[in-house]
C-alpha cells in the first residue's frame, strides 16, 4: 500500500506512526510545507517567552523518520489532488501518486483585510518559522490582534520578553468564544494585573509605517508600537479538498471512520468538521487532542480494522502568569439558541470562579478559574454521562454517614458546586 | 480491557484517612514530611465520614497526555504516566482533563506530579504505609483478574468518561 499524507502536523504524524505500528510494509510518504520534523504548535508561545528552548518544541527528530522508515519530504506544498489518477502535485510541480491519501494540512491562519498588514514589523506564532521570526525581532512595545487563546498566550510571551504590550479584541469581551462575559472580565482584570493592555470591543483600522511599524490605529485610539501579532483564528484548510471534488462545509466533511466523500481519502486534524462526542451537533473544534484521536480513528481504518470516531470534545484552558482558568463544553451564549430549562450555577471565592451552564438539568459547560478548575474533570464527566443535576443533589442529601463509599465522585462533584 | 502489569488498587471502604500515604509519598520523593508534596490525594467528606484516596490510575487512554501543550505527560514503562519536570511550564491542564482531578501541583515549582509507583523500589512507599488496611495495594500482573479489576473500577470510579 502506498500511503500519501499531506501536513506534517499534529494529524499526519500520529497517522503515519501509527499506521506503522501495524503495517510493517506499508510505504508510506509524509509531504510537508515545512521544513522541520513534527513539532508542537501549542508549545510555540511558551519558546517564544523564553520558558522552553526550540528543541522542546519538536515531538519528533528527523532519526523518528528514518528509523520507522517514513519518508518525510520537506519543502513540498500541495497545490492540487486528482481524485481520478490518484496523484498529488506539489508546488514544485513533482507528481506523487497514492492508494490512499490522508488530508491533515490543518487550518491556515486568517489575516484581517487591514491596511499595512503585510508590513514587515507584522508577525503570527501559527508556525515554527514565523514564531522563530517573531522571537528574533526586536522590539520594544506590541499589539496583539485578537484576543483568542493564541492572542492571550503570545501577549504574555511578549511581555515576559519585557515588551510592553496592548491586546485589541473585536467583540465585547477577551477569549470570546471560549468564555461567557462573567469570566472574561475577571480574566481581564487579572490581565491588566499584570501589565498587559486590554481594548475589547475596538477595531483595528490601519497599521501604520513603512518598512517598520509605528502605530496601530483602532476606531478609539492609536497605540504607537513597533510589532504587530496577527492572532485573529484559524481557518480550516478546505481549498484543497473542495477544488479536488471532496465534500466541505466549514471544514472537510467526514464520516465516523474520517473517510471523506471520495474513495480513499481520508480527512482529520484541524481541516475538518466533525461531530460534538456530546451533543451531536456539528462541530469544529480545532484543538489538539481532537487531532490526535481523529488521526487514531483514521491510522486504524487505513490498516483494516473496525473503528468508529467517537466525536471531538472542547476543553481549553487559559493560563498566564499565576493565573489558570479553563472551560469546557458550551457556554452560556452557546445555549442561547437552544430551547430548554437553562440555568448557570455561579460560585465565587476571592481570586476563584466557577460557572456551570445546565440545561434541562444536564451540566453542558463549564468555566473556571483559580482552585475550583481543579475539579473540572468531574464537572467534565458529569457532562458525559448527562448525569441529571438533581440526582446529584438528592445523593449528597441522603448518602448515609459512612455508607456507600461509591457516591464519592457525586460527593465530590456536590461540594465542587456548593451543594 | 488491557491491563497493565503493574497498577495501584485503591478501596476506599478501607481508608481510614490516616494520611500515612502521603506523607510516605512526600518522604520518598521529596523528602519531606508534608502531604502537600504527596501525589496521593486523600479527600475527606466530613458530612458522610468517608475518606478516599485519590492517585493516577495511568489511564489506558490518558487524556492529559494529549491535552498538554508541551508534550510533557510521558507514559513510562511501567504503566505510570509521569510529569517531565524539564519541560513542564505548570499550566495545569492535566488536572483540569483528568476525570478525577489526581496530578497534584508541586507548591515548590508549580509543576505537576502523578504517582510513578515508586518504579525504583519493591513497593510503593504508600502501598508499604497502608500494609494494616490495604485500601492501597499494588496489583503486578496476574494479580487481579480482569472482571474483579473491572469490579473494582466500577466501585471506585463510578464510570468515568470514556475519551
Ligand atoms: C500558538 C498555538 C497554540 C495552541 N494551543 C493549543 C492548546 O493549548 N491546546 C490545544 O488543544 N490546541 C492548541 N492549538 C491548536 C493545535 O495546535 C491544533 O489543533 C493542532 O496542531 C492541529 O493539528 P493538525 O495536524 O490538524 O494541524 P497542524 O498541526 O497545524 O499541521 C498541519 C501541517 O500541514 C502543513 N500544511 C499545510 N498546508 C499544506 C499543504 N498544502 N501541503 C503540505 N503541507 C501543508 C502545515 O505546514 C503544518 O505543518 C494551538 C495552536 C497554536 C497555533
Keep these: 500500500m502506498k500511503l500519501v499524507i499531506i501536513g506534517n502536523g499534529i494529524a499526519g504524524n500520529q497517522v503515519a506512526f501509527d499506521v506503522r505500528k501495524k503495517d510493517r510494509d506499508a510505504h508510506i510518504t509524509i509531504l510537508s510545507a515545512e521544513t522541520v520534523p513534527e513539532y508542537d504548535p501549542c508549545s510555540l508561545p511558551y519558546f517564544l517567552g ?11 527528530t528527523p532519526e523518528d523518520y528514518t528509523t520507522h522508515n517514513i519518508d518525510l519530504v520537506y519543502d513540498s506544498r500541495v497545490v492540487s489532488i486528482d481524485p481520478e489518477a490518484k496523484t498529488v502535485t506539489t508546488h514544485g510541480g513533482g ?13 491556515d491562519l486568517f489575516i484581517p483585510p487591514i491596511p499595512g498588514i503585510d508590513n514587515p514589523g507584522v508577525f503570527s506564532c501559527k508556525q515554527l518559522a514565523e514564531t522563530e521570526k517573531l522571537a528574533a525581532h526586536n522590539g520594544s512595545s506590541a499589539v496583539v490582534i485578537g484576543s483568542g487563546a493564541i492572542g492571550i498566550e503570545a501577549a504574555e510571551a511578549l511581555k515576559r520578553k519585557g515588551y510592553a504590550v496592548h491586546v485589541v479584541e473585536l467583540m465585547d469581551w477577551i477569549l470570546p468564544s471560549l468564555f461567557d462575559e462573567p469570566t472574561a472580565r475577571r480574566l481581564e482584570t487579572a490581565l491588566k494585573g499584570y501589565g498587559i493592555h486590554v481594548f475589547t470591543g475596538e477595531k483595528v483600522l490601519e497599521i501604520k509605517g513603512t518598512g517598520e511599524v509605528s502605530a496601530v490605529v483602532t476606531n478609539l485610539r492609536t497605540i504607537a508600537c513597533d510589532t504587530v501579532v496577527v492572532a485573529t483564528g484559524v481557518v480550516p484548510g478546505t481549498a484543497l479538498a473542495r477544488t479536488a471534488g471532496i465534500d466541505t462545509g466549514r471544514g472537510i466533511q467526514v464520516n465516523r471512520q474520517m473517510q471523506t466523500s471520495v474513495p480513499d481519502i481520508y480527512a482529520c486534524g484541524d481541516c475538518v468538521e466533525t461531530i460534538d462526542a456530546c451533543t451531536g451537533e456539528t462541530a469544529m473544534f480545532q484543538l489538539k487532542h481532537n487531532a490526535i484521536e481523529q488521526a487514531q480513528v483514521a ?4 490498516v483494516g480494522e473496525k473503528t468508529r470516531y467517537l466525536g471531538a470534545y472542547a476543553f481549553a484552558r487559559a493560563h498566564f502568569f499565576s493565573t489558570h482558568a ?21 460560585r465565587e471565592d476571592k481570586n476563584n470562579y466557577l460557572r456551570v451552564m445546565l440545561l434541562n438539568n444536564q451540566i453542558v459547560g463549564g468555566q473556571a478559574i483559580g482552585t475550583f478548575a481543579d475539579g473540572l474533570g468531574l464537572l467534565i464527566g458529569a457532562m ?3 448525569d441529571d443535576f438533581m440526582e446529584i443533589a438528592a445523593k449528597v ?17 456536590g461540594n465542587l458546586l456548593g451543594m | 480491557m488491557k491491563l497493565r502489569r503493574d497498577h495501584l488498587s485503591i478501596d476506599p471502604e478501607k481508608c481510614t484517612g490516616c494520611r500515612r500515604c502521603m506523607i510516605a509519598c512526600a518522604m520518598k520523593h521529596h523528602n519531606r514530611i508534608d502531604p502537600d508534596f504527596s501525589c496521593v490525594d486523600v479527600i475527606g467528606f466530613a458530612a458522610q465520614d468517608l475518606d478516599v484516596p485519590v492517585i493516577c490510575l495511568a489511564c489506558e487512554t490518558a487524556p492529559c497526555i494529549k491535552v498538554c501543550p508541551m508534550n510533557a505527560r510521558i507514559r513510562q514503562a511501567s504503566g505510570s504516566v509521569v510529569t517531565d519536570t524539564d519541560v513542564c511550564i505548570g499550566c495545569r491542564a492535566c488536572v483540569y482533563i483528568c476525570p478525577v482531578g489526581s496530578p497534584r501541583i508541586n507548591p515548590a515549582t508549580g509543576q505537576t506530579m502523578t504517582c510513578d509507583l515508586c518504579a525504583d523500589e519493591t513497593e510503593p512507599w504508600c502501598v508499604a504505609a497502608c500494609r494494616q488496611e490495604r485500601a492501597l495495594t499494588l496489583c503486578t500482573d496476574g494479580a487481579a483478574s480482569k472482571p474483579a479489576a473491572r469490579r473494582a473500577a466500577a466501585r471506585t470510579l463510578a464510570g468515568s468518561p470514556r475519551y
Design chain 1, 384 to 386: 458525559w454521562r448527562k
Design chain 1, 299 to 302: 491510522a486504524r481504518h487505513i
Design chain 1, 397 to 413: 442529601r441522603t448518602t448515609p454517614r459512612g455508607g456507600a463509599v461509591h457516591t464519592w465522585p457525586m460527593l465530590r462533584l
Design chain 1, 326 to 346: 479553563a472551560t469546557f463544553g458550551k457556554t452560556q451564549r452557546a445555549t442561547d439558541c437552544i430551547l430548554g430549562d437553562k440555568r448557570v450555577i455561579e
Design chain 1, 95 to 107: 507528481q506523487i501518486s497514492y492508494d490512499k491519501l490522508v488530508l491533515a494540512h490543518g487550518g
Design chain 1, 50 to 60: 523564553g520558558e522552553c528552548g526550540r528543541t522542546d518544541v519538536f515531538r519528533k
